[in-house]
């Protein structure tokens, strides 16, 4: 194969030039880190079940008029995805209380919160991800005032979606981190999706056991992270061709 141009290498993920114009190949790696890199490890498998279950959530939300980035899954670790310009804000919307948001508030993790909530931080790994409002995306032109009011509606539909389907598994939705890019097409501009749903970027619990199903088994060594991941593309019927038996 001719090699290929490397746009961006972050931990879990590489993106390479696509085949066409507008096309990303974004390809899912075994490795991971916890707070801001301090930890890091490789979970064996880990990239190949994120780029099922990227795939899984995406083509869900497109069956169901929800904008996003991806095209087609290439093969075992890679999928073509439409580039787009990513808003550098990570967008979390909490349905339980945990994380960063328990520590915060000195509330227990498991509690339910009376509403979804949704937070805002600013991609900046020089800055550990903080915490932000609207008046900073605003007043730093990192998007507009109608941008932010599409990515909340589209963050709330997400969660929707995906705490409906959760449940259908056995699955509580805790939170979820999400993020959007701007897509032209002709001139018009649309946000949409970006970056991967998988259990790398939200927390999953068990509906009966409240066992954490996601990445958190890592940050907390909690133990058998890949099992986990397997465990959760397993219920949705979902598993990579030579993956585990
Ligand atoms: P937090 O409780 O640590 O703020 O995390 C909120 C959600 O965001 C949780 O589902 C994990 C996810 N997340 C990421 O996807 N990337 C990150 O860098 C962090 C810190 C959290």
Redesign the pocket.
């Known amino acids: 194969m001719a090699r290929r141009t490397k746009i961006y290498e972050g931990t879990a993920k590489i993106l390479y030039e696509g085949p066409e114009p507008g096309t990303i190949v974004q390809h899912f790696k075994d490795d991971t880190t ?1 707070f ?1 890199a301090e930890k890091k490890a490789v979970i064996e498998g880990k990239g190949v079940l994120n780029n099922r279950l990227s795939e899984f959530f995406m083509t869900g939300m497109t069956q169901v008029g929800i904008p996003n980035h991806f095209i087609k899954r290439l093969n075992m670790r890679e999928q073509l995805i439409r580039e787009v310009e990513i808003i550098p804000i ?1 967008v ?1 919307v ?1 349905n339980w209380s ?5 520590k915060r508030f000195k509330r227990e993790e498991g509690e339910r919160l009376p509403r979804s909530i949704v ?1 805002y ?1 600013y991609k900046s790994d020089e800055l550990g ?1 903080p915490l932000i409002t609207e008046e900073h995306i605003t007043a730093f032109g990192w998007a507009h005032p109608h941008d932010i009011d599409e990515i909340l509606a589209l963050a709330l539909r997400i969660n929707d979606f995906l705490t409906g389907l959760c449940l259908g598994i056995g699955l509580r939705l ?4 999400l993020e959007f890019g701007r897509l032209w097409e002709n001139e018009q501009m649309r946000i949409v999706l970006a970056d991967e749903i998988s259990p ?4 999953l619990w068990d509906l009966e056991t409240n066992e954490p199903m ?3 088994r890592f940050r907390k060594d909690l133990g058998r992270v890949e099992e986990a991941y397997q465990e959760v593309a397993r219920r949705l019927g979902i598993l990579p061709e030579s993956g585990p038996s």
């Not at 805790?174 to 981190?177: G, I, K």
């Not at 790398?200 to 927390?203: A, E, F, I, L, S």
């Open positions: 916890a801001n990570e979390v909490r945990a994380g960063s948001f328990a937070e931080y991800d805790v939170d979820v981190q790398d970027n939200c927390r996601d990445k958190d």
